[in-house]
């Protein structure tokens, strides 16, 4: 593009180079901005002569239109896409969701020219109407090859955001400690509360049981025929292993078990296990206190339905100091 300066009464179909303000201040036209013939005879009302601007040479797309292009690639799920100013495009939650981010994708798309993204971190958990993501051009046009390129790449490995959304989520919270069937749900169930209350929910089934594997079993049991999202169990103990009473029972019923250890601080004594579809999640002393931890972490996708892996709960050392 090549900016010069040109007479208002030629200004027409050009793009604004800087913002226009009035003598007091307010803004009168923004920069970017495409003059119509009302605009031509707004600036001449107001007294200007000349104007500063630009136009698209062959080659190169506007800015709203190419960041409209790649926002209609980068995202799929619960989401719309909305113009803002200085060529920006805001991808909007339509539904409670957890948001889903392929990092790889999105530092590729990162490292080409003219267009940048950001995003929520993956897992985020956001309401609707929360903006989740925002693409940027460069100033006024990009060039129509640097365009293609990215749209190419998101249209072969793509999308690099998903709006997941959360909908009638169901936790069932276990309470165990190794000699009060009830101690354990005395000392947690208020901070448990609290935590689900974040994400707009609280616990939909609940069960205290002496932290032993026969009972352990049978209570997740219980527990699964009620057909939870997800089944949290606050222990009083901190196991050594997915080898202790918790991981026996849980192998017990037949989960597969997942994940031991998270790169999370607070929260690494962590174990994942699926019995069929449904999540079963101990993490001793992430129940002690309301502050974050790895289940705040994972609770969004959870909730969503996702299918979080071991390789994923890996990946979460990198912001994974909370405290």
């Known amino acids: 593009m090549k900016a010069q300066t040109v007479d208002v009464r030629e200004s027409m179909g050009r793009i604004l180079c800087c913002t226009i303000f009035r003598p007091g201040g307010k803004k009168l036209l923004a920069k970017g901005h495409v003059l119509s013939e009302e605009d031509v005879r707004l600036l001449s009302h107001e007294g200007m002569e000349h104007v500063w601007v630009t136009e698209l040479e062959e080659g190169e797309v506007a800015e709203d239109n190419a960041v409209t292009m790649v926002a209609a690639e980068l995202g799929c799920g619960n989401i ?9 495009a805001n991808l909007i939650a339509t539904h ?4 889903l981010v392929d990092d ?9 020219a003219s ?4 995003t929520l971190a993956n ?5 609707a109407g929360q903006r989740i993501c925002t693409v940027k051009s460069a100033p006024f046009a990009i060039a129509s090859a640097q365009l293609e390129a990215v749209i190419s790449i998101l249209k072969e490995r793509g999308p690099i955001l998903q709006a997941r959304p959360i909908r009638e989520p169901s936790v069932a919270v276990l309470y165990s400690d190794p000699v009060s069937a009830d101690r354990a749900k005395q000392l947690f169930d208020s901070i448990m509360r609290q935590r689900l209350e974040k994400f707009g929910i609280s616990p939909a089934f609940a069960l205290s049981t ?10 997740l049991m219980h527990l699964l025929r009620a057909k939870p999202t997800g089944i949290l169990i606050a222990s009083t103990t901190a196991p050594a292993g997915p080898d202790d009473t918790i991981g026996r029972a849980m192998a017990k019923i037949g989960c597969h078990l997942e994940r ?4 999370v601080e607070p929260g690494n004594l962590f174990l994942l296990g ?9 993490a001793p002393g992430c129940f002690r206190s309301a502050k974050p931890n790895i289940v705040d972490m994972v609770l969004p996708p959870v909730l969503a339905r996702y299918r979080v892996s071991g390789w994923e709960i890996a990946c979460l050392g990198h912001g994974g100091l909370l405290a």
Do not use: H, M, W
């Open 80 to 88: 719309e896409i909305r113009l803002a100013a200085g060529g920006r």
């Open 96 to 99: 409670d969701c957890c948001v």
């Open 104 to 112: 790889e994708l999105l530092k590729q798309i990162n490292c080409t």
């Open 115 to 118: 267009i940048v993204i950001s």
């Open 123 to 127: 897992f985020s958990y956001a309401k």
């Open 210 to 219: 002496v932290e032993e594997e026969g009972n352990v079993s049978r209570s």
């Open 260 to 263: 031991f250890l998270a790169p």
């Open 274 to 282: 699926y019995k069929e579809d449904v999540p079963i999640i101990s």
